[in-house]
């Protein structure tokens, strides 16, 4: 059974089964994403991939309930110079979302999913830092798989369909062509024409910590990436592996089999 939380009463809530109630929650910034796409491209991501996900986890556990709640849009990021962004300090992330997740645990729920668009590793570790405190306090009832989603540590069953875009066009971390297919794909009327003509702006994965360099870069135009490279067959193709990595990390917690490798960024505790 799959319910949004908006749409049910208390007495609902109360009356489904906690041994088999499943939470969804995402958390991403309204931000800009280069002068093509919508400030709420990290929204929609995320919104998509937990509809994704429980329809999987349905398709698995038909039984069982599956709760979806609505995106928390804020989060930590340091390019706050554009018009839009919105975005707050780690430690208050911590605190509102430690105290939203809390409220939804003292729910009585097996699980709580959590998942976020928005790749900035400091807001996905952020993320899962309040996870770690759930758990010590609640029990092992709380994951998120975007750490090891963005991380890439999730073993490949198949070869991506696209493994040959990613390895001529990699470094694509910001509103470039994986976004901005994906936002084709989603919903091509969102996506503005000059993403076909902007130009490429790329930095490598250890530079992204050289604020400077980094700044120097988003400042002007707002993206990092191939935006160029993008379609819409493309966006469709990200959807389905995203949707199907993601679900096979919170299956992996759900069975509660071999999933905390699984369970931070690989900068966690490192930054």
């Not at 499943?22 to 002068?35: K, L, N, T």
């Not at 038909?62 to 979806?68: L, T, V």
């Not at 091509?188 to 120097?216: P, S």
């Not at 089999?257 to 490192?270: A, E, R």
Request: proline content about 4%.
């Amino acid at each position: 059974m799959i319910k949004n939380i908006l749409d049910i009463t208390w007495k609902e809530l109360k009356s489904y089964d906690n041994k088999k109630t499943c939470a969804f929650v995402s958390v991403s910034p309204i931000e800009e994403h280069g002068p093509y796409l919508p400030l709420g491209t990290d929204i929609y991501l995320s919104d998509s991939w937990v509809d994704g996900v429980i329809k999987e986890c349905h398709k698995k556990w038909p039984s069982d309930i599956f709760i979806k709640y609505p995106c928390l849009f804020f989060g930590f990021a340091e390019i706050g110079y554009f018009p839009g962004n919105n975005y707050i300090e780690k430690d208050f992330l911590y605190e509102i979302l430690l105290k939203y997740i809390s409220n939804i645990a003292e729910s009585s729920v097996k699980n709580i999913i959590i998942i976020s668009g928005h790749a900035d590793p400091f807001h996905i570790i952020t993320i899962e830092k309040v996870c770690d405190e759930i758990n010590r306090k609640y029990g092992e009832i709380c994951f998120s798989p975007s750490g090891a989603l963005f991380s890439g540590i999730i073993p490949e069953k198949n070869k991506s369909e696209i493994s040959e875009k990613f390895e001529k066009f990699p470094d694509d971390f910001h509103a470039g062509w994986i976004e901005t297919s994906s936002m084709l794909f989603l919903n091509k009327k969102l996506v503005k024409e000059g993403y076909k003509k902007a130009e490429n702006f790329t930095v490598k994965d250890y530079e992204m910590i050289n604020l400077k360099k980094y700044y120097e870069i988003m400042k002007e135009n707002g993206y990092i990436g191939y935006p160029r490279e993008s379609d819409e067959e493309t966006g469709e193709i990200l959807q389905k592996e995203t949707i199907s990595k993601l679900f096979f990390l919170t299956e992996k917690f759900i069975d509660r089999i071999d999933y905390k490798k699984y369970s931070h960024h690989f900068l966690y505790g490192k930054i």
